[in-house]
């Protein structure tokens, strides 16, 4: 009976540490969860459910391919007078200017004066470094954004670390689905904004992580000059 009370205390201090450990994981799960789940709730609140109706014109207008109606809906904001130039950022290399003009044949004059090609970029990041590039070639000092709307956050994040000191407007391209259904109703729909969302938060951590935003334009620009 003697050795019996040591050998239960020794035991109950061996757990002590696993149940701490055990509870830590659970609070920092818990953590992470809730701040994901704010994140998503900022995500979806930024993520407009129909279009705007733009209260400025700007000194230009970017459009990123990728969206059924993006490049007709920013061609049609050149038209109305809200920016000088339009750059087309991402566009395939094999694109030209008079196929862009067939999206939109009565706008043929206008495209083949003011609209500006971008065959380099392949993703976000060198969406908004080649635009950077081009609105410094310009001399823009403001810039009208179109991308779709669930697109918009990231696409907006990127453009800022790239271009700090240029005032960005947003132009959402909303899709028929989103505008006419909500986002969780749809399998395809959920699954969409539930992956931008995630690359939105690991655009986030990397341009933490990154405190240049020069590195991208320089490495850019030698990829542009050996193609």
Request: with cysteine.
């Amino acid at each position: 009976m003697a050795d019996t009370a040591p050998q239960t205390e020794n035991g109950a201090g061996r757990m002590r540490p696993v149940r701490f450990v055990a509870r830590t994981i659970v609070i920092a799960v818990a953590v992470i969860v809730l701040v994901l789940g704010g994140g998503l709730i900022w995500f979806l609140f930024h993520v407009p459910a129909k279009e705007i109706a733009l209260d400025r014109n700007a000194d230009g207008i970017v459009v990123l391919t990728g969206g059924a109606s993006r490049i007709s809906d920013a061609i049609e904001l050149l038209a109305e007078g809200r920016g000088k130039r339009l750059l087309i950022s991402g566009v395939h290399r094999a694109t030209s200017s008079a196929e862009i003009a067939r999206i939109v044949p009565r706008y043929e004059g206008l495209v083949s004066c003011c609209v500006d090609l971008d065959h380099s970029a392949i993703n976000t990041v060198g969406n908004a470094v080649e635009t950077r590039r081009w609105v410094k070639e310009r001399g823009f000092r403001s810039l009208i954004v179109v991308t779709s709307a669930y697109h918009m956050p990231r696409t907006m994040a990127e453009l800022a670390k790239q271009m700090p000191d240029i005032a960005l407007v947003p132009f959402p391209v909303v899709t028929e689905r989103l505008r006419n259904e909500p986002w969780w109703a749809s399998a395809q729909t959920a699954r969409l904004i539930l992956t931008e969302y995630a690359k939105f938060i690991v655009a986030q951590l990397r341009m933490r992580i990154d405190p240049t935003a020069a590195l991208t334009d320089s490495l850019a620009s030698r990829a542009h000059k050996k193609s």
